[in-house]
């Protein structure tokens, strides 16, 4: 694991941008680089269309845009106000291969107790970065959560772009990679009685992505999807991807979250990769996720 640290001081150093101070909600950091609790958001109630909920709804997204990952907590919310309040931010992504809840195919199913084979999102990842327009951000709802355990790991892309060296920023300039899921898709929902597709979608990405909103660039290469770096041989490909993958795995750019019930995360995939842990066996852990579309990374 490198330091990114040496005897000129560290070389990632991280300024915080102060803008206005919130007026409708409260934004606690849980470190300068990546992630924050907001509070005093009711969002069964924010989900209406009055003039307090529209203002709020402009501070949750510029909470967003600032800190890439963001959490509420104890939200009792309905499926239809869990789907409602993705549309605030847009059209809603459809999975490719996971089951969902009730009749909704927006409504992903979360789920793993004693006898799965496996829990979601063990490994880090941007959501269906194989997509040809991956999701712009996942909004996951944890109604059951371990006693201890199940911590989910978001990392700032943006920090691990800004870290490299200017030769290293030169190097992947232009540069693009295939991402696909046949590899991650095909049978893994298989204990939940999902059935296989004919195919699963795979698509060409920038390996440095440029953010629609903020202008900033991101790493956007991840250990899930990345198959190759496109254009340069394939042993080089290997190693310049596992450089990356170690590099934006460092816990600089990391926060860590700990659930508790009807806690909500919500991450902007185009600038955060995230990892859940699955460290609670043989307890549940269960909720749903709606994901809102995304647009081809440029």
Not at 16 to 27: F, M, S
Request: with cysteine; hydrophobic share 35%; glycine share 8%.
């Amino acid at each position: 694991m490198s330091s990114l640290a040496g005897k000129q001081g560290p070389r990632y150093r991280h300024t915080a941008e102060d803008g206005a101070p919130y007026e409708t909600i409260a934004v606690e950091k849980l470190t300068p680089i990546i992630g924050a609790e907001i509070s005093g958001v009711d969002i069964g109630r924010l989900v209406s269309d009055d003039a307090r909920s529209n203002q709020q709804m402009d501070e949750i997204h510029r909470a967003l845009a600032e800190n890439l990952v963001i959490f509420f907590r104890d939200q009792t919310i309905t499926p239809q106000q869990h789907l409602a309040f993705g549309r605030k931010f847009g059209e809603l992504h459809f999975h490719p291969a996971a089951p969902h809840e009730d009749e909704d195919p927006a409504l992903m199913k979360i789920y793993a107790d004693a006898n799965s084979p496996r829990a979601n999102g063990e490994g880090w990842h941007s959501d269906v970065s194989c997509d040809l327009e991956p999701p712009m951000g996942s909004i996951l709802y944890i109604k059951q959560c371990p006693p201890r355990g199940g911590d989910t790991l978001f990392a700032n892309m943006y920090a691990a772009y800004e870290a490299l060296s200017d030769r290293m920023k030169a190097y992947l300039d232009g540069l693009t990679a295939l991402h696909d899921g046949e590899p991650i898709y095909r049978g893994l929902y298989a204990n939940y009685g999902v059935a296989d597709r004919p195919s699963y979608p795979n698509a060409e990405h920038p390996v440095v992505r440029t953010h629609p909103v903020t202008g900033k660039k991101a790493l956007y290469v991840n250990r899930g999807f990345t198959r190759h770096i496109n254009g340069i041989p394939r042993d080089e490909s290997d190693a310049m991807l596992a450089y990356l993958y170690q590099h934006a795995e460092n816990p600089l750019f990391q926060c860590r979250f700990r659930w508790t019930e009807n806690a909500i995360a919500f991450w902007d995939n185009r600038c955060a990769q995230h990892r859940a842990i699955w460290d609670y066996w043989p307890h549940t852990r269960s909720g749903t996720r709606v994901t809102v579309k995304g647009e081809r990374p440029v």
